[in-house]
């Protein structure tokens, strides 16, 4: 201890030195710290010997202080506060209980909180298993073959993978005190010594904070950029576009100028991001055209968005059937066939695509042909209900799919090829009413089935609150025409 230090404990208790003091006196001031502890009801060691003089004058001096002593010693102006800390050791006597311990205000030792207590943190190699990580990290091959006993029948250690993180937090002795897997970004694997000198596993969920982010975005090249600015992950983007992709061609109609606002959740665990969350509301404008989304999950746990007076966004058909690169061919009552070299109508459109490419159902409906049909190749129609059919053409594959099947809605039927009459791989699709063909990029498609009228009150009630917040994000200008607009409407 510096002797600065020193000096501020003892000179208020001991006075000035006078020469060594006789074996009396300092039996006399024993008596007096033990009096002092137990008015303080502090623990008092047995093994007085193992306690060096300073300590205790220490003690004795941090007493007086609390008495309203004279002290030189204040916990104020040192900084520092006194708080009972039992397990601590000093120096070479660390099986002895430490009655006090110093700490700095704010602080909290590792053993006065198990939320403190460190972690260590080792990333699993490939290939290896539980005991040769026990090893590597200090467990021992023991420890680790009772933990993977423990955890055969919750989740085996054979299921453990590489870059995976194993975190282990030391025990007293030779075992942990708890040692955990992460399985993936929700779950983990939690090992707690059970006392018998085996484990106890189960899986557990990591505790997560769910946060509501606004944004705004003005389209100036598309849609992935003007999101990308305005903060917008990939996956949001994605949903944004899956939302409105029943009104809006997002290949065709964007034009600069256009913009959008969301109100999108994020999941956060400790304070970091660890996965996008769902779309809330959201309003989206193209060539001056508003489109208006509004999430809704109804007492069966059914979740879908609707338009603020409850109609699905959802429509009866998706408007295209393919992920393409670009239209190869559009609808027309008279054109040049490629392969033919004679004019002739063209009932659908051509979606080019790289062949293998996952072709899907528009519509719910029921599988009314599937096989070859001349020129159309490979081909799959659907029946769809009332007056509706879809016709998929020059397909390298089917997928596993038969006639008279119901299928769903993006429903994967077959695969992009060009089978049939057609010189390159690409998709012919045909949209058909009472049998009549219809440009499928240019139809009136049908809505989805509305919002039950049992959900439409608490609906409205959520549509009020998210549109009010909604019509708040954006530049002023925006907020403006958004509120001229509503007024008008009303």
């Given at each position: 201890?510096?002797?600065?230090?020193?000096?501020?404990?003892?000179?208020?208790?001991?006075?000035?030195?006078?020469?060594?003091?006789?074996?009396?006196?300092?039996?006399?001031?024993?008596?007096?710290?033990?009096?002092?502890?137990?008015?303080?009801?502090?623990?008092?060691?047995?093994?007085?010997?193992?306690?060096?003089?300073?300590?205790?004058?220490?003690?004795?001096?941090?007493?007086?202080?609390?008495?309203?002593?004279?002290?030189?010693?204040?916990?104020?102006?040192?900084?520092?506060?006194?708080?009972?800390?039992?397990?601590?050791?000093?120096?070479?006597?660390?099986?002895?209980?430490?009655?006090?311990?110093?700490?700095?205000?704010?602080?909290?030792?590792?053993?006065?909180?198990?939320?403190?207590?460190?972690?260590?943190?080792?990333?699993?190699?490939?290939?290896?298993?539980?005991?040769?990580?026990?090893?590597?990290?200090?467990?021992?091959?023991?420890?680790?073959?009772?933990?993977?006993?423990?955890?055969?029948?919750?989740?085996?250690?054979?299921?453990?993978?590489?870059?995976?993180?194993?975190?282990i937090r030391p025990g007293d002795g030779d075992a942990p005190a708890a040692v955990r897997y992460e399985i993936d970004d929700r779950r983990y694997l939690a090992w707690q010594p059970d006392g018998d000198?085996?484990?106890?596993?189960?899986?557990?969920?990591?505790?997560?904070?769910?946060?509501?982010?606004?944004?705004?975005?003005?389209?100036?090249?598309?849609?992935?950029?003007?999101?990308?600015?305005?903060?917008?992950?990939?996956?949001?983007?994605?949903?944004?576009?899956?939302?409105?992709?029943?009104?809006?061609?997002?290949?065709?109609?964007?034009?600069?100028?256009?913009?959008?606002?969301?109100?999108?959740?994020?999941?956060?665990?400790?304070?970091?991001?660890?996965?996008?969350?769902?779309?809330?509301?959201?309003?989206?404008?193209?060539?001056?055209?508003?489109?208006?989304?509004?999430?809704?999950?109804?007492?069966?746990?059914?979740?879908?968005?609707?338009?603020?007076?409850?109609?699905?966004?959802?429509?009866?058909?998706?408007?295209?059937?393919?992920?393409?690169?670009?239209?190869?061919?559009?609808?027309?009552?008279?054109?040049?066939?490629?392969?033919?070299?004679?004019?002739?109508?063209?009932?659908?459109?051509?979606?080019?695509?790289?062949?293998?490419?996952?072709?899907?159902?528009?519509?719910?409906?029921?599988?009314?042909?599937?096989?070859?049909?001349?020129?159309?190749?490979?081909?799959?129609?659907?029946?769809?209900?009332?007056?509706y059919s879809t016709v998929y053409a020059h397909m390298s594959r089917f997928a596993h799919i038969r006639e008279g099947q119901r299928v769903k809605?993006?429903?994967?039927?077959?695969?992009?090829?060009?089978?049939?009459?057609?010189?390159?791989?690409?998709?012919?699709?045909?949209?058909?009413?009472?049998?009549?063909?219809?440009?499928?990029?240019?139809?009136?498609?049908?809505?989805?089935?509305?919002?039950?009228?049992?959900?439409?009150?608490?609906?409205?009630?959520?549509?009020?609150?998210?549109?009010?917040?909604?019509?708040?994000?954006?530049?002023?200008?925006?907020?403006?025409?958004?509120?001229?607009?509503?007024?008008?409407?009303?």
């Amino acid at each position: 201890m510096p002797s600065s230090f020193q000096k501020d404990f003892a000179d208020p208790l001991n006075g000035p030195s006078r020469g060594r003091p006789s074996r009396g006196p300092r039996r006399s001031r024993r008596r007096r710290l033990k009096a002092h502890l137990a008015r303080l009801r502090l623990p008092i060691p047995s093994q007085w010997g193992a306690l060096s003089l300073g300590l205790l004058t220490a003690v004795a001096s941090a007493a007086f202080a609390g008495l309203g002593g004279g002290s030189a010693f204040a916990p104020a102006t040192q900084h520092m506060s006194l708080s009972v800390q039992p397990g601590l050791g000093t120096g070479g006597h660390a099986d002895l209980p430490n009655p006090l311990a110093f700490s700095r205000p704010g602080e909290t030792s590792p053993e006065a909180s198990d939320a403190g207590s460190p972690w260590h943190s080792y990333t699993v190699n490939p290939g290896e298993t539980l005991s040769q990580l026990g090893e590597r990290t200090g467990l021992g091959s023991s420890t680790a073959m009772a933990m993977a006993r423990a955890c055969a029948d919750t989740y085996p250690a054979r299921k453990m993978r590489a870059g995976h993180t194993l975190r282990i937090r030391p025990g007293d002795g030779d075992a942990p005190a708890a040692v955990r897997y992460e399985i993936d970004d929700r779950r983990y694997l939690a090992w707690q010594p059970d006392g018998d000198g085996g484990f106890t596993a189960s899986i557990r969920q990591y505790p997560r904070t769910i946060e509501v982010r606004e944004a705004f975005g003005r389209i100036d090249s598309s849609l992935f950029g003007a999101g990308n600015q305005a903060g917008l992950s990939d996956k949001t983007i994605m949903e944004l576009a899956r939302i409105f992709g029943w009104d809006i061609d997002f290949a065709h109609d964007l034009r600069p100028g256009d913009w959008f606002r969301v109100l999108y959740q994020e999941v956060y665990r400790d304070g970091e991001k660890v996965d996008d969350g769902a779309i809330l509301a959201a309003e989206f404008v193209t060539g001056g055209t508003s489109h208006k989304a509004i999430r809704f999950t109804d007492a069966d746990g059914r979740t879908d968005y609707f338009h603020p007076d409850g109609r699905s966004v959802r429509k009866a058909f998706l408007r295209n059937p393919v992920k393409f690169t670009r239209i190869t061919s559009r609808f027309s009552r008279g054109r040049m066939h490629p392969v033919l070299g004679h004019r002739r109508a063209h009932e659908g459109v051509d979606f080019g695509a790289p062949t293998g490419t996952a072709i899907h159902a528009t519509g719910d409906g029921r599988v009314a042909f599937r096989g070859r049909n001349g020129g159309y190749g490979r081909m799959v129609k659907i029946r769809h209900a009332g007056r509706y059919s879809t016709v998929y053409a020059h397909m390298s594959r089917f997928a596993h799919i038969r006639e008279g099947q119901r299928v769903k809605q993006g429903q994967t039927i077959g695969y992009v090829g060009q089978s049939g009459l057609a010189t390159g791989p690409h998709l012919h699709y045909e949209f058909r009413v009472h049998g009549h063909p219809r440009n499928p990029l240019k139809v009136d498609l049908p809505d989805a089935e509305p919002l039950p009228k049992k959900y439409r009150a608490a609906f409205r009630k959520r549509s009020h609150q998210y549109s009010a917040w909604l019509s708040a994000v954006g530049p002023d200008s925006v907020r403006v025409a958004s509120a001229q607009d509503a007024d008008s409407s009303s």
